[in-house]
């Protein structure tokens, strides 16, 4: 548990760098909403304020009543909220009011810190991390919002000139086995951690191989050429059936610019670069693309056994803090793995679904993870765009399978 001056600064940090991300865009990008998935990011600066107000500073008088109905998620035990493919329609409440709705809940937050009572402040420390993480993950989707709203405009804006945005070189691929056993998985510690990630128990696994590096685009674009997107014994019948009603036939982003592929982005529009990893890509392709190697998908069990080589506290991944968001190719600094942590999030075989002993948080926080315990797959690892100090070994995030606008990749596995 943190002291109230390290959990302040925690909280002004975190509140921070969301408005950082922020600082490049006009007045004008904070409102597109150019499909369902994709939040304004006027949206995610309104949300993860009214998180705070609602749970923390629920007995304060609200900055506006409204709000409670615009900026809710999907919490639907607190009352109706905004529909979320609607959430571009609304010019109102301006940016600068949200911006002043943040300012006000800050100096709350930061007042309700000072003044808390001591016998209540380990509840009030543990709810307000939960909504600093949370912050953390909007974040990750603000930065993938801007970036979907950035790449369907046609005049190919730019996010920011003084962008950091790395550079690739080839990497070498190497197949890490992995003994059969009996394996400890989930969060044991009591630092933060999410409700999914427990409780920690035991499973077995059976002897598997792992690849050391994520799929590049080069690696990619050989699925591509050979005809992948066309042949129906690669896909699984429900990703048959999306990647043919969508008209998909490369990864998000992909299309052919003078006989080249190039991708839009936060940098406009650009030849791809087939040392980058790949990213962008849904779970059906993830999966097309396994069975046409002859591999498939690691389980996230796999996953996390690979992830317990890795020496975490010592990673230099790609992540938020590095102001990287375009990829580079795999950086070999996990030994003995390329990117398990940072760059893409990484498709698992598993589906998203509660560990043994798993019982939902009570109240409206129940909504937060376990209501989504159906028809979802498993994702691991953290991305470009996740802040570093986020992400651990037992992270689940999840996903519906054909999503692709995360920053999403591919590591293949096989059985031994």
């Not at 969301?18 to 600066?45: A, F, G, N, R």
């Not at 690696?219 to 690669?234: Q, R, S, T």
């Not at 779970?283 to 080589?309: C, D, I, N, Q, V």
Request: overall charge negative; some cysteine.
């Amino acid at each position: 548990m943190s002291d109230k001056k390290a959990l302040s600064e925690h909280f002004l940090k975190t509140r921070e760098q969301t408005q950082k991300l922020c600082s490049p865009l006009e007045i004008e990008d904070y409102v597109v909403q150019p499909h369902p998935d994709v939040s304004p990011p006027k949206w995610h600066l309104g949300h993860t304020t009214w998180f705070f107000e609602s749970f923390l500073l629920h007995r304060e008088r609200p900055f506006n009543p409204h709000f409670k109905t615009i900026f809710n998620s999907y919490y639907k035990s607190l009352g109706v909220h905004w529909d979320q493919k609607e959430r571009g329609a609304l010019s109102r409440p301006t940016v600068q009011e949200v911006c002043a709705y943040r300012q006000e809940i800050n100096e709350k937050m930061l007042a309700h810190i000072d003044k808390i009572p001591e016998e209540e402040y380990a509840a009030f420390e543990k709810l307000t991390t939960l909504g600093i993480e949370h912050e953390k993950q909007h974040q990750e989707l603000l930065v993938m919002d801007i970036k979907y709203i950035f790449a369907q405009n046609p005049l190919e804006p730019t996010y920011s000139q003084d962008q950091n945005f790395g550079s690739t070189k080839p990497s070498i691929s190497n197949q890490i086995k992995f003994s059969e056993g009996t394996y400890s998985f989930g969060h044991e510690s009591e630092n933060f951690s999410y409700d999914n990630e427990r409780p920690p128990h035991k499973d077995y696994l059976h002897s598997f191989t792992l690849s050391s590096h994520p799929v590049t685009n080069g690696e990619f674009l050989e699925f591509i050429e050979d005809g992948g997107y066309k042949n129906p014994n690669l896909w699984h019948s429900d990703g048959w059936d999306f990647i043919n009603r969508e008209k998909i036939k490369a990864p998000l982003y992909w299309f052919k610019r003078d006989n080249n592929w190039v991708a839009g982005g936060l940098q406009g529009v650009q030849k791809i670069d087939k040392e980058e990893i790949l990213s962008h890509v849904s779970y059906f392709e993830a999966s097309a693309y396994a069975r046409w190697k002859g591999k498939r998908l690691p389980t996230e069990k796999e996953w996390e056994r690979a992830a317990s080589l890795v020496d975490f506290k010592n990673i230099e991944g790609q992540f938020l803090e590095s102001g990287r968001l375009q990829l580079s190719s795999p950086i070999y600094d996990q030994d003995p793995f390329y990117d398990l942590f940072g760059s893409v999030w990484e498709w698992t075989e598993s589906s998203y679904s509660p560990y043994p002993g798993y019982r939902r948080l009570e109240g409206p926080l129940g909504e937060y993870n376990g209501k989504f315990m159906s028809g979802q797959m498993v994702l691991r690892g953290g991305c470009l765009a996740t802040p570093r100090d986020h992400l651990r070994k037992t992270y689940r995030n999840f996903y519906r399978p054909e999503k692709r606008w995360c920053f999403s990749g591919i590591r293949l596995a096989e059985d031994n």
